[in-house]
């Protein structure tokens, strides 16, 4: 991590947690986590339904709340969908946007992602942008082509103002919730791929503000690791996000309380 850049870690909870389990989870986080903020930003992601309850627990502290998705209308009739306005009404500063499960299941493709990342900027939400490739792209040699790409597709027509809000998340997909993390060089090399193309489609400034996270299996044996390289600025955590320690060490970029 480079040191004007404070790093963020965001947990995404996924389907899970009803709103008494985020309660009771929620508070054990905070004792885990104790009074003093830590050097990182730490927001979690629980599912919409549990938004109310884990702002209520959360009011007055550092951790701030994220949502998993949403939709770039602000109103309308467009059945199961949450708009960004909605979100804000209920405390949430973040959202994370593109995820895998959400392209894989859902159709989700780059063109929507842009429309969602215009949307959440609009509203003054902080967008967290997942990217990332399949084990057969990388297999194929694929995988600086396949991000460069979702990344120019997501930031089309953002201003370097704009981009510099935006969180990215290098997420390959054969990493997400395997246990097989992706080696810390090589994922610090794929994020320096990023930053790249974002220093093309807009500045060398606005690409070294731009914050990347790196996700897929991150633990609180890894993250230490994962933060000692120069284009990893924190992480996006699935699984070890649901164990009040394990993420609690993981905010606390795997240093000692
Ligand atoms: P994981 O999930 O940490 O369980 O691999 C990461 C993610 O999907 O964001």
Redesign the pocket.
């Known amino acids: 991590m480079s040191n004007n850049r404070r790093a963020i870690i965001a947990g995404?909870w996924?389907m899970h947690k009803t709103t008494a389990e985020t309660r009771v989870f929620l508070q054990s986080l905070l004792s885990e986590l104790g009074p003093q903020p830590p050097e990182a930003e730490v927001v979690v992601c629980p599912p919409f339904t549990s938004l109310e309850a884990a702002r209520e627990v959360i009011k007055g502290t550092f951790v701030q709340l994220g949502a998993q998705n949403m939709h770039w209308q602000s109103h309308g009739a467009f059945t199961g969908e949450i708009s960004p306005g909605m979100l804000i009404e209920l405390g949430v500063t973040h959202v994370?946007l593109g995820?895998?499960?959400r392209r894989q299941y859902f159709a989700e493709r780059d063109e929507a992602v842009a429309r969602k990342l215009e949307a959440a900027l609009l509203a003054g939400l902080t967008p967290i942008v997942?990217v990332g490739e399949t084990l057969e792209e990388r297999e194929g040699g694929l995988t600086d082509n396949v991000v460069i790409v979702q990344v120019q597709r997501c930031l089309h027509g953002r201003t370097p103002e704009e981009v510099s809000r935006v969180v990215f998340?290098y997420?390959p997909i054969w990493?997400?919730?395997?246990g097989k993390t992706c080696d810390a060089a090589e994922a610090n090399r794929v994020c320096g791929v990023l930053r790249d193309t974002i220093a093309r489609m807009t500045d060398d400034h606005t690409a070294q503000t731009v914050r990347i996270q790196y996700?897929?299996?991150?633990k609180s044996d890894t993250i230490a690791d994962q933060m000692a390289q120069a284009n990893i600025d924190g992480a996006?955590?699935?699984?070890?996000?649901l164990e009040a320690s394990s993420f609690a060490t993981i905010a606390r970029l795997g240093r000692p309380e």
């Open positions: 995404n996924k994370i995820h895998s499960e997942c998340a997420e990493a997400i919730g395997t996700g897929g299996s991150v996006l955590v699935g699984g070890a996000s």
